[in-house]
């Protein structure tokens, strides 16, 4: 056999030698060959992004803050979102054009897009709905998906859905927030949260902390956080309440408003909540941050989950009644405005001039 046929039968052993290798190598180590195809690479780089469902007064600042503040919204990490109406997925990505944000046709698909999926719906009702929808929410777990709610639900609700994200392998994290509107934009909120410790750990330096100035853990107990949030938002609008009856009574006798807000702002008694809703309420501006109805039906919650608890809970009862009536009120028409409308409720039951003068201007 001359040279050259040496060399080429050489070669030939070599290919089918190095061939076997390949192939030996990739069983040992387990590759699937379908890991390698296009599809599949897709799949894998698409696991590395965050998602959120639910566009709304909340949601949106919050998913903004995840993107202007890097945790998404690169080509790596995209940012997955869905809402009920899609007008409001459009807005927030018009408004951010340099990040990544890709807006997915249902919540099922942007769970099975990421490891970790935030929601923010805006009542129960919505909640219920879109995660157990044919595409919804639990449609698209699996072993290993994380699903965190923000949302302020009941504490069987929270239950719920925590028992059947972990039945589909899943983990589960409650995480509802004290804040409205503009402490949603300006990552302010303060996270109440209860369920899976390794997840809150791997998102509170890495997540929340970029949408909240802080993060409290109550325990796994899933319920525990909602339990905190119904507490903190009863006692608020309990607050509004009182102080809307206050600034009332004050109007009526002939006292200026804004000056006994001035000394309630310099006294004890303060809030943060007096000093930013007092001066809208006086001239009667209640642009939604956090629109009444959700005030009341957290109220709502908390006074029957003290029911349970057999608290006496008077004080609060009697302000979720007030918020009730100021909510069915057809003629005042305020459910969807901002809590503090309760105030128009507080004058339309008063009887002093100032509130009559008021009701017709």
Partial sequence: MGTGAKTWKYLWLVAILSN??????????????????????????????????????????????????DIAGTKEKPLYIWNRT????????????????????????????????????????????????E?????????????????????????????????????????????????AANGSLIFLCAGSKPLFDEIEQNGLNVMGKAS???GEEVGDGTKAKLIVNSLMGTMVAAFGEGLALAENVGLDP??????????????????????KMIVKNHAPNFPLKHAHKD??????????????????????????????????????QDFSAVFEMIHKESEGEFSKKRKLS
Avoid: W
């Fill in 299 to 336: 109220m709502k919650l908390a006074s029957d989950m003290a029911k349970k608890a057999k608290v006496e809970y008077s004080i609060m009862d009697k302000a979720e009644e007030l918020f009730s009536r100021a909510r069915e009120d057809s003629e005042l028409n305020v459910a969807d």
């Fill in 86 to 133: 899609k007008a409001k997925c459009v807005d927030l990505k018009a408004r951010l054009p340099d990040y990544e944000v890709v807006i997915m046709d249902t919540a099922k698909e942007v769970v099975e897009a990421c490891s970790i999926t935030y929601c923010m719906l805006s009542t129960p009702e919505a909640s219920k709905a879109v995660f157990d929808a």
């Fill in 258 to 279: 804004t000056t006994i807000m001035e000394v309630i702002g310099q006294g004890a008694i303060q809030s943060p909540v007096y000093g930013l809703k007092g001066p």
């Fill in 20 to 69: 076997q290798f390949l192939n030996t190598a990739t069983s040992a180590f387990s590759y699937p060959r379908s890991l390698f195809d296009k599809h599949s690479f897709s799949k894998l780089k698409m696991t590395n992004g965050i998602g959120f469902i639910g566009i709304g007064i909340m949601g949106e600042g919050m998913a903004a803050r995840l993107l202007t503040e």
């Fill in 216 to 218: 409290h853990f109550f």
């Fill in 135 to 183: 595409a919804g929410v639990l449609a698209g777990v699996s072993d290993g998906k994380s699903i965190v709610d923000c949302a302020t639900l009941a504490e069987d609700d929270m239950k719920r859905m925590c028992a059947a994200v972990m039945a589909k392998g899943g983990i589960f994290l409650e995480a509802p927030v004290s804040g409205s509107k503009a402490p």
